[in-house]
Structures are given as C-alpha cells and as structure tokens.
C-alpha cells in the first residue's frame, strides 16, 4: 500500500513509558513514573463523586454540542458560549486547528524546542514547520526573532507554548502583544498553548483571556490534564473568536468528548481546594527538585511549570534506561533535539527523593 511522503517520514508521538510495562521489564514491585507531567494531587473527590453519579448512563451518547459544560466554561474563562469550544484533549485542537487555517504546502510557525505535538500534527496534514531558534543558553524564547521569521515566511498559524513543553520557560506580556500588534490585520492566526497556566508564578505572565477580546486573531488553548488532574478523560478547550470556533466545529467530529469528560470538568472547576493543593504541591517541590539538582552539580532551568529540564554528563537516552532499572522513569528530551537533557515531572515529596536518590547513583 502506498502512503503520502509526509505519512511515510512521520515519527508518531512517544508517550511516557507505563508503570506496569517497566514493572514488569525489570522485575521491580514500585515504579515512579515522573515522565508526563501528571498531576501528584491524584483526582478531586468532587470528580469521583461526580463520574459515580454519572456511570448508569453510560449506555446513552454525550452532549455533541458540550452545551452546558461550555456553559459552565463561559462563566469559569469569563467568555462566551459561543467563543468556547471542546476537544478530546488539546492535541485534537491543535490538529484541527493546522488542517483548518493551513494548505498543504503552507506553514506553520513555533519555536525550536516547542511542544512536539505541533510538528507532528503539521506534518500530517502535509504542513511545512518553522522553528523559530531559542537561546540555549536560558532555554527562552525571543520574539524578535518569532517576528523576523513571520515577516518572512507569513505562517497562517503560529503556535507558542506559554510556559513551553519541554523548556518551562514563557513569555511576558509584553511580548505576546508586541506579536499580536505585528500580526494584527493579517489572516495569521495565533495560538497561546496555556497548558501549564495555573502553575504561573511570574508577575509579568499574560492574562491571555482578556487579550482575546482585545485581538480577535489571538485564541487560547486549555487543558484540564495537569492542574485540574483529569488527564485519564481527554479534555481541551480553545476559547477564541466565534468564526475560528465556527470553523473548528465543522471538522470537529461528533462526540469528540466523552460524557465522563464533560461530568468530571464540571465537578472540578468548582473544586477550589483541590487546584489550590495540586498548585501548593508543585510550587513547595519544585523547590526541593531545584535543590537536589543543584547537589548532583547538574545545570537545570526554572520553570513556570510542574516540571523542570535539567542537563545530564551523559546522553540522556544512557541515563533514562539506568533509571528505568532502579524504578524511576524521566523524560529523555532526544526527540527534541536535545541529546543531553531530561524533563523531570514533579511528584510527590516521597516521589521526587526515590529519583534524587537514583540520579544520584546515575551521576
């Protein structure tokens, strides 16, 4: 059977290794999984709760339309109903998104060392990928040279992962509306990927909600999967203006989200007290990580999410499958180019100190 090129090049996305899979490759009873940027705070109650309430009506389809969780979502985001639509997590929002605003043969544009899912998606859909560089030596954006590269090439999408995956670094303000001013008038369309948003601690980060309003080129992509702790149910949201979400809905398929998906993200936005303890948890052992990276000598980068990139001595492939053998999996960062680095996902405090303890035997 003959494929496209484009099929026939693409590397798929590699998920985390699975904890019962490394179980049982190396023999081991406990495994920490700190790969994919999971939430340690576990599930809120009030989704459990929820999703139990929910079970006897399995046997019937969801709301294809999602109306009274965008309804709900309006009032969580301060939008619209009508500027809210809904995915089967954020990577389906992002396919969709490239096939409906790019042509085969178009571009996107990112920048180096950003979320993989949008080269992967692009080069699916036939889509050329530019990859604005980023200072390596502080792993940060620069958005002169986002613009330098937009002028040049006038990429229909540009993606930017604020914070970014796999770096931790974001851009200010200031520099997202410097972009926004570039591009306004154009038929560019850009994407902030605010998947780490709620772990933000830095004063100058972009209340991207209220800038929507103020471009209607700009939309925001959301994700319930890490601070709201329901990655297990694939939930995205893009909030942007009605004729991007007119446009996403009609190449959306129907029931793209599940109804458990729609029970769970309606419980946990009310559950206060559950983001507030899965934010506390991230921002007291992130501290204790930078700490234990700091006594391995290894060089790392703060980050505004719940999850840290340090530099190893030695491949990161090398060092991934001697943890791997101890019980402790990390996030070797080679498909992104980064042969030498890792991505830690905060756990628990227990969590955290098994991996120190097996850095450190690694190092």
């Known amino acids: 059977m003959k494929v496209s090129e484009n099929i026939e090049s693409l590397v ?6 699975p904890i019962e899979e490394t179980k049982k490759e190396f023999g081991l009873e406990t495994v920490y999984k700190l790969a994919s940027n999971e939430n ?15 079970l006897p009506n399995l046997h019937r389809y969801p709301d294809a339309g999602c109306v009274e969780v965008k309804a709900k979502l309006a009032d969580f985001f301060n939008a619209k ?11 389906e929002i992002i396919d969709l998104l490239i096939r409906v605003f790019c042509q085969k043969g178009q571009s996107i544009l990112t920048s180096e060392f950003a979320f993989i899912a949008y080269k992967i998606c692009a080069q699916a859909a036939g889509v050329n990928i530019i990859e604005s560089a980023m200072d390596q030596e502080t792993m940060s954006f620069s958005i002169d040279k986002i613009i330098e590269d937009w002028k040049e090439h006038k990429s ?40 780490y948003c709620e772990y933000v601690e830095a ?20 994700t319930f999967s890490k601070a709201y702790g329901i990655a297990g149910l694939r939930l995205g949201a893009l909030i942007a203006s009605t004729e991007v979400i007119d446009y996403i809905d009609r190449v959306r398929n129907p029931f793209n989200v599940n109804s458990l ?3 769970a993200v309606s ?3 009310e559950d206060k007290e559950y983001l507030s303890r ?57 498909n992104y180019g980064l042969d030498y680095y890792m991505r830690w996902s905060i756990g628990q405090d227990f969590e955290n100190m098994a991996a120190f303890e097996a850095l450190k035997k690694v190092i």
Request: aromatic share 8%; hydrophobic share 40%.
């Open 156 to 195: 229909p999408v540009v993606f930017i992962a604020n914070p970014n995956n796999p770096t931790g670094t974001y851009i200010s303000t200031q520099e997202i509306v410097k972009l926004l001013e570039v591009t306004k008038g154009t038929d560019t369309l850009i994407v902030l990927d605010e998947a």
């Open 81 to 91: 109903p009508e500027n809210i639509t809904l995915g089967n997590g954020s990577n």
């Open 267 to 269: 419980a946990v936005i």
């Open 12 to 17: 798929p996305y590699k998920a985390g290794k």
């Open 40 to 54: 340690p705070a576990g599930v809120s109650s009030k989704v459990i709760e929820a999703l139990t309430k929910a």
């Open 203 to 222: 004063s100058d980060y972009p209340d991207s909600l209220k800038l929507q309003k103020e471009y209607s080129h700009l939309a925001v992509l959301r």
């Open 278 to 334: 899965s934010r506390n948890i991230i921002i007291t052992e992130k501290q204790k990580c930078y700490g234990y990276l700091k006594e391995l000598g290894l060089e790392f980068f703060p980050s505004e999410t719940n999850f840290v990139i340090f530099k190893t001595k030695k491949p990161c492939i090398e060092v991934f499958k001697e943890l791997l053998g101890m019980g402790v999996i990390l996030r070797p960062l080679k």
């Open 261 to 263: 998906a729609q029970v």
